[in-house]
Antibody
Framework: EVQLVESGGDLVQPGGSLRLSCAAS????????MTWVRQPPGEGLEWVAN????????YYVDSVKGRFIISRDNAKNSLSLHMNALGAEDTAVYYC??????????WGLGTLVTVSS | QSVLTQPPSASGTPGQRVTISCSGS????????VSWYQQLPGTAPRLLIY???DRPSGVSDRFSGSKSGTSASLAISGLQSEDEADYFC???????????FGTGAKVTVL
C-alpha cells in the first residue's frame, strides 16, 4: 500500500524558513516524479513544485521561485521542501503527492504551515 | 494561479446525473491530459480520473471524464449522498511550465 506522510508544518514568523518532509513507502520511490501541492484554508488547490525521478529536474509555480527548493533522497525514500522568505500567502496545508500519468495518484494527509507574527 | 475555470457549485437529487465543466486554453487542456480529484470535507484529495477519461482501480464507474478542445468535463451518474465533496480538475500548462488546478466545484446532493 502506497503511503505518504508529511511532517514539518509549524507556525513561523513572516520572513522565516521551514523545511517540510514527506516519507514514502509501499512503492519504488525512485521510479516516480513527486509533487508538492498546497491548499490555503478554505481555498482551492495550488501546485507548488515537482521533481523528476532522479532529482535532475524540478519545476516551481512562479510565486515560490527563488524561495522554495524541492529535493529528494531516493536512498531514504524521502521528499523535502525547503521554504524561505515565507509570507502570509504561504499559509496552507501542504500535501505530498506521487505523480503518474500526468496526474497525482496518491496523496498524503498534509501538514499545516501557518505564517503569522 | 487558477487558469482552469470551473463552476463554483453543482447540485442534484439522489440518482441524478451531474456534470462539472473545466474550461482552459490551448496551452493546458488543449495540449495535455486532464485529471480530476475529489476532496471530501476535511480530507486529502483523491484521484478520480487521469488521462482525460481513465479511472484508477477502486474508483466507481459512476464517475466519467471527457474532453473536447480546451474544455473537459466530469460526470457523476447515480448521484449519492457520499458524493458531496469539492471537485478539482488539473492539467499541465506548457506556457507556465507547471501544473494548474481548476477553481473547484462543490457538489451538493439535495
Amino acid at each position: 500500500e502506497v503511503q505518504l506522510v508529511e511532517s514539518g508544518g509549524d507556525l513561523v514568523q513572516p520572513g522565516g524558513s521551514l523545511r517540510l518532509s514527506c516519507a514514502a513507502s509501499g512503492f519504488t520511490f525512485s521510479d516516480f516524479w513527486m509533487t508538492w501541492v498546497r491548499q490555503p484554508p478554505g481555498e482551492g488547490l495550488e501546485w507548488v513544485a515537482n521533481i523528476k525521478e532522479d532529482g535532475s529536474e524540478a519545476y516551481y509555480v512562479d510565486s515560490v521561485k527563488g524561495r522554495f527548493i524541492i529535493s529528494r533522497d531516493n536512498a531514504k525514500n524521502s521528499l523535502s521542501l525547503h521554504m524561505n522568505a515565507l509570507g502570509a500567502e504561504d499559509t496552507a496545508v501542504y500535501y505530498c503527492a506521487r505523480s503518474d500519468w500526468n496526474s497525482f495518484d496518491n496523496w498524503g494527509l498534509g501538514t499545516l504551515v501557518t505564517v503569522s507574527s | 494561479q487558477s487558469v482552469l475555470t470551473q463552476p463554483p457549485s453543482a447540485s442534484g437529487t439522489p440518482g441524478q446525473r451531474v456534470t462539472i465543466s473545466c474550461s482552459g486554453s490551448n496551452s493546458n487542456i488543449g495540449r495535455n491530459s486532464v485529471s480530476w480529484y475529489q476532496q471530501l470535507p476535511g480530507t486529502a484529495p483523491r484521484l478520480l480520473i487521469y488521462n482525460d477519461y481513465d479511472r484508477p482501480s477502486g474508483v466507481s464507474d459512476r464517475f466519467s471524464g471527457s474532453k473536447s478542445g480546451t474544455s473537459a468535463s466530469l460526470a457523476i451518474s447515480g448521484l449519492q449522498s457520499e458524493d458531496e465533496a469539492d471537485y478539482f480538475c488539473a492539467a499541465w500548462d506548457d506556457s507556465l511550465n507547471g501544473y494548474v488546478f481548476g477553481t473547484g466545484a462543490k457538489v451538493t446532493v439535495l
